[in-house]
């Protein structure tokens, strides 16, 4: 067993969520460059007087300084603003979005792993959302789709993951990719080929192009639901804030 030294350290990190504890304190999950998911307890948040005002509010990116005692929750000492957005607070689609993308990172990470590549892909998801995007939603499971590549759920998209053939007409969740007609399983979803192209194009495309995609409702309902099915089935999580993201009129 690797024992956890105690002791004050230093972290940078975007806040997730946090929830209620007690009268006055916060728990407050934050997504960190060099420990990974850590949760540590912020004392006081919730007087009108605190010094953390609302530096630890959820999407911000911020400079931490916490105590690791024997407990499984840290106690966040000091924290300082680095970047603070606007806009994922003031638009709604965006805050759901944005909501998606931290939730997925909070149900799926195991705590204290340290993950760089992951924490430069939420923070450079949440900067796209700030920017403004055509469609937020597209952005979210844009994100999902590029968190499950990066944490090694690289889906085969282009030929049937069993058979290698390129008429493609279904996507198999436990084989991980597009199979045949001589290769679909019953429980295997149909869905088109340009869906699974358009994942492919998630999976490749870079923030300010994702910016200005949109999809007609029903396919990025249905490219949506392909990509959250297969994160959920692989790793047994269920990503609940994808399920309230808005429809775009």
């Known amino acids: 067993m690797i024992r956890q030294s105690i002791g004050l350290y230093k972290a940078q990190g975007i806040v997730l969520r946090s929830m209620r504890l007690g009268e006055a304190d916060r728990i407050v999950t934050v997504y960190t460059?060099?420990?990974?998911?850590?949760?540590?307890?912020?004392?006081?948040?919730?007087?009108?007087?605190?010094?953390?005002?609302?530096?630890?509010?959820?999407?911000?990116?911020?400079?931490?300084?916490l105590y690791k005692g024997r407990s499984d929750l840290d106690v966040i000492t000091q924290a300082d603003i680095l970047v603070r957005p606007k806009r994922l607070r003031e638009d709604y689609a965006s805050f759901c979005a944005?909501?998606?993308?931290?939730?997925?990172?909070?149900?799926?990470?195991?705590?204290?792993?340290?993950?760089v590549r992951l924490f430069m892909l939420l923070r450079?998801?949440?900067?796209?959302?700030?920017?403004?995007?055509a469609d937020p939603a597209l952005l979210a499971y844009?994100?999902?789709?590029?968190?499950?590549?990066?944490?090694?759920?690289?889906?085969?998209?282009?030929?049937?993951?069993?058979?290698?053939?390129?008429?493609?007409?279904?996507?198999?969740?436990?084989?991980?990719?597009?199979?045949c007609g001589r290769c679909v399983h019953r429980n295997?979803?149909?869905t088109a080929v340009e869906l699974l192209d358009e994942w492919t194009a998630l999976l490749d495309?870079?923030?300010?192009?994702?910016?200005?995609?949109?999809?007609?409702?029903?396919?990025?309902?249905?490219?949506?639901?392909?990509?959250?099915?297969?994160?959920?089935?692989?790793?047994?999580?269920?990503?609940?804030?994808?399920?309230?993201?808005p429809v775009r009129p």
């Open 142 to 179: 844009a994100f999902l789709a590029k968190m499950a590549s990066t944490s090694g759920l690289h889906p085969t998209l282009n030929f049937c993951v069993e058979c290698g053939s390129p008429n493609r007409i279904a996507f198999s969740h436990d084989r991980g990719g597009a199979v």
């Open 124 to 133: 450079s998801g949440l900067e796209a959302l700030e920017a403004g995007a």
């Open 33 to 65: 460059s060099t420990h990974g998911r850590v949760r540590g307890v912020a004392k006081g948040v919730r007087r009108t007087k605190s010094r953390f005002g609302a530096r630890l509010d959820a999407f911000t990116h911020v400079d931490l300084v």
């Open 188 to 190: 295997d979803p149909k």
């Open 205 to 245: 495309a870079e923030w300010d192009t994702l910016r200005t995609r949109e999809l007609a409702n029903g396919g990025r309902r249905e490219l949506g639901g392909l990509v959250l099915n297969f994160v959920q089935w692989h790793t047994e999580s269920r990503l609940r804030a994808f399920g309230v993201l």
């Open 98 to 115: 944005a909501s998606a993308m931290a939730d997925a990172v909070d149900r799926t990470t195991p705590e204290r792993e340290r993950n």
